[in-house]
């Protein structure tokens, strides 16, 4: 049996754009998008319809932040938005388990079933799957992973494979993703070149390397600051993406990947000795400071 008629399911795991702070009489579930949500949510729709077929079914958190985001996707992709099944335990987002039991209880006969929901729950999911420490899905952004299996009672790890990875644009300068997707840009880009002048003239490719290095790097930032979206098919990138959040820098590939050795050259350099800093506790991206009216989730994590 090919690839193509192997049995498979997929999961559409997608985020809410960005919202308006809550508000103490209407609180946490009733924020809606913001209009830059709104704007940013539509842009990624319409992006990802023609990448991403129509999903079969699509989840929704009953927010307001999420249920606008799935009728806009909804829109979008063709979908019925009156047929939207709202789930309150996406909202409610933890224990894990939750959101493991809802894709379990999928029936058999949807092949492609998105959920529009929360972070840290939406992200958690997607970590568990794919076996991953932190990658983070950030707002209006789309992760999808396929599974070997007919039945969604058997997606897990074991089954799961990671297929796409779609962020805006304003989404990769939240979470400083920019400089490390340029540079590993770069180094393809770098090599790729130099192989194919190298199957010219093997020597003449090796003194104007250097020449070339600029020329790539302008090209691999020129392309980072005017696409509207990244988009990820590479389990590789993840790899890149893996600890980098606001607060951290990313980190490199293995030894061996492309890019590698510029990253170790430059961590082996040594620096300046500073007195350690205060220890702070490690957040995923939030969408802002907390209100005092701020809901919390049934086990005290703020919903995303």
Known sequence: MSFEE?????LILIRHAAAEAAELEAGDFHRPLSPAGEKEAE???????????????????PADRTLE?????A?????????ILLVESIYQGHPLTRLQTL???????????AIVGHNPSLSDLARLFLCRRSTDIPKAGILSIDFATEEWKNCGPQTASFKSFDVSHEAVQAMKWAKPIRRELTSRLLKNAHDVLAAI???NAEATREELKPAMKKIA??????????????RNWLDLLETTSPDEPAAPLAPGRIGSNRSR???AKPGPVRPPAKTSPAAFPTEGPRSPGKKKSVHGQNRQ
């Open 69 to 73: 985001t799935a009728h806009i996707f």
């Open 75 to 83: 829109r979008r992709w063709g979908f019925d938005k009156r047929k």
């Open 201 to 203: 003239n093997p020597g």
């Open 265 to 267: 050259r430059k961590a």
């Open 103 to 113: 894709v379990h209880d999928f029936d058999d006969r949807f092949r492609r079933i």
């Open 6 to 10: 192997a049995p498979m399911k997929t």
């Open 221 to 234: 930032a020129r392309f980072i600051k005017s696409a509207d979206r990244i988009r990820l098919t590479d």
């Open 43 to 61: 842009r990624m729709a319409c992006l990802i319809r023609k990448e991403i077929p129509k999903p079969d079914m699509i989840v929704s958190s």
